[in-house]
C-alpha cells in the first residue's frame, strides 16, 4: 500500500555520525526521520511505523547485511536501501534489499532514492522487483567487466528474471492500457 510522503519515516542507519547526522538532515524537511549509528541500534528502532530504511553495509557491531537479514526476518512492510561505499560485488545479487546505492551521495539522491521506494509501495510487488534489480544489476556493471559478468551464473539469472519482469511488466501495462481505453469507449458510469 502506498505511503504519503508526508508522513513518511526515514530510518537512517550509519555507523559514522558525521555521516548520519548530515542524511537525516538533508531528510528532515520532508519527512520524519530516526537515525541509529550502529546495526543494533537501528534493529531497536526498526518498527511498524518506519517506511524506509536506509542502511550502512559496512558497521563494526552488526554489518548492513545483518541487519538487512534480520528486518526481513522480522517481516516487517518496510523498503531497504543499502547506502555504502563498499564496491559492488556479486553478493549484492542474492541481497534482498530494494534498492542500492553507493556513497557518496548528495541531499537530492537521498531523497529521490527515498521517494522512489515510497512510489514502489504502491505499485504490483513485480516493479518494487524489477527496480531492485535493476539497481543490483546496474551497480555490478559499474564495478564488472563484461566478461566477470557473464561468467557469473548468478548475474545471468538476475539479469533474465529482470527481463522476465520487464515483459510481464509491460503486459501489464499494455492491459490496464487497453482497460482504461475499453472504459473511455464505453462512457462515463459504465463498467465501473
Not at 553478493?91 to 551521495?105: F, N
Not at 513485480?126 to 551464473?153: C, G, I, P, Q, Y
Amino acid at each position: 500500500m502506498g505511503v504519503d510522503p508526508n508522513d513518511a519515516t526515514v530510518l537512517v542507519v550509519d555507523d559514522e555520525p558525521m555521516v548520519a547526522d548530515s542524511f537525516s538532515l538533508q531528510l528532515e524537511r520532508w519527512y520524519a526521520v530516526r537515525t541509529a549509528y550502529g546495526g543494533e541500534e537501528a534493529l531497536e528502532l526498526a518498527d511498524g511505523a518506519v517506511d524506509v530504511v536506509l542502511l550502512d553495509r559496512r558497521m563494526p557491531d552488526r554489518s548492513g547485511d545483518e541487519v538487512l537479514r534480520e528486518l526481513r526476518e522480522r517481516d516487517l512492510d518496510v523498503q531497504v536501501v543499502m547506502i555504502t561505499a563498499v564496491d559492488a560485488d556479486f553478493d549484492v545479487l542474492s541481497m534482498p534489499c530494494d534498492g542500492y546505492v553507493e556513497k557518496p551521495v548528495g541531499g537530492e539522491a537521498l531523497r529521490e532514492a527515498v521517494e522512489k521506494q515510497l512510489a514502489l509501495r504502491r505499485y504490483d510487488e513485480r516493479v518494487s522487483e524489477f527496480f531492485a534489480t535493476a539497481d543490483k544489476l546496474a551497480a555490478l556493471e559499474t564495478e564488472k567487466s563484461a566478461r566477470a559478468l557473464e561468467s557469473n551464473e548468478k548475474y545471468r539469472e538476475l539479469k533474465e528474471r529482470h527481463g522476465t519482469l520487464n515483459e510481464e511488466l509491460e503486459e501489464l501495462f499494455r492491459t490496464v492500457d487497453d482497460d482504461a481505453l475499453l472504459l473511455r469507449e464505453r462512457g462515463p458510469g459504465v463498467g465501473g
